[in-house]
């Protein structure tokens, strides 16, 4: 009799610990779920594309050589200058023309692909960078290489320098020498506003200094330039040039 009460009393005890054990886990159950939830993680929002900023030269920063896209046209006479925009090609590559920027030191930078690092393009003809390009490739990375270099948007904010006019020319002062192009006398005069009403312009002088700082004097027949068409009496010029259009002595 006895030991049937402390048999019935030991399941008992049994009972009620487990369930003591049941509630607890479950007390611990809604707490975590009360904290973390049960839904499914949300997934982070996907990151928006960067706003293209505009560099202070007037082209966007967003341009680098992992973009593609159209070629642009391989002009033989252009040169170009800082901030300008060109598509770089290998035809045995068959892949889609890179885009590229002329960095503001005046360099096209190949240290991704092809690895053959800077090169100093400002001031050069897509032809003749073209050239430079073919020949570093096929020293190092291919048998033959045909390489297209096209400018597809060129950067009409970079100067090369300034030059500066005085005398009888419309509106005197200092111009810009766009990297763009080859500034000649001529069209440093049209720029200025055209030679005034007693110019001589048969005898306008551009002074400019030599390497060790002489300065040297040109005689340039703007007027034979712009009304006969002789360009071959013009003059391409430098950064520092002063170009002065004198008076006629007799002015009618």
Same mark, same amino acid.
């Given at each position: ?18 369930? @003591?054990?049941?509630?607890?886990? @479950? ?17 982070? #929002?996907?990151? @928006?594309?960067?706003?293209? *900023? ?7 920063? !967003?341009? !680098? ?37 002329? $960095?503001? $030191? ?5 240290? &991704?692909? =092809?690895?053959?690092?800077? /090169?100093?393009?400002?001031?050069? !003809?897509?032809?003749?960078? #073209?050239?430079? &390009? ?14 297209? *270099?096209?400018?597809? @948007?060129? !950067? ?8 500066? &006019?005085?005398?009888?020319? #419309? ?34 002088? /551009? ?11 040109? $005689? ?25 259009? =004198? ?6």
């Amino acid at each position: 009799m006895t030991s049937r009460i402390c048999a019935r009393l030991i399941l008992l005890v049994g009972i009620a610990a487990l369930a @003591q054990v049941k509630a607890t886990a @479950q007390a611990v159950l809604d707490a975590a779920q009360s904290q973390f939830g049960t839904g499914s993680a949300p997934y982070a #929002a996907p990151a @928006q594309p960067a706003q293209d *900023l505009p560099a202070p030269n007037g082209v966007y920063n !967003n341009y !680098n050589a992992q973009e593609t896209g159209a070629l642009g046209a391989p002009d033989p006479t252009k040169p170009l200058g800082r901030g300008d925009i060109v598509t770089f090609s290998i035809a045995q590559d068959r892949e889609a023309p890179q885009v590229m920027r002329v $960095t503001d $030191t005046g360099e096209l930078d190949f240290s &991704l692909f =092809p690895k053959i690092g800077r /090169v100093s393009v400002v001031g050069r !003809n897509c032809a003749e960078v #073209a050239a430079e &390009l073919k020949h570093k490739l096929e020293a190092d990375y291919y048998y033959k290489a045909d390489v297209t *270099l096209g400018i597809n @948007q060129v !950067n009409h904010l970079d100067s090369r320098g300034k030059v500066y &006019l005085t005398g009888n020319v #419309a509106i005197p002062g200092v111009q810009d020498l766009p990297s763009s192009e080859h500034t000649m006398v001529s069209t440093a005069i049209i720029r200025a506003g055209g030679l005034a009403k007693f110019a001589n312009g048969h005898k306008v002088q /551009v002074t400019r200094k030599d390497k060790t700082g002489k300065p040297e004097r040109y $005689t340039i027949d703007v007027s034979a330039i712009i009304e006969k068409g002789r360009t071959d009496k013009d003059m391409e010029l430098q950064d520092g040039d002063y170009i002065n259009v =004198p008076q006629n002595i007799i002015n009618f």
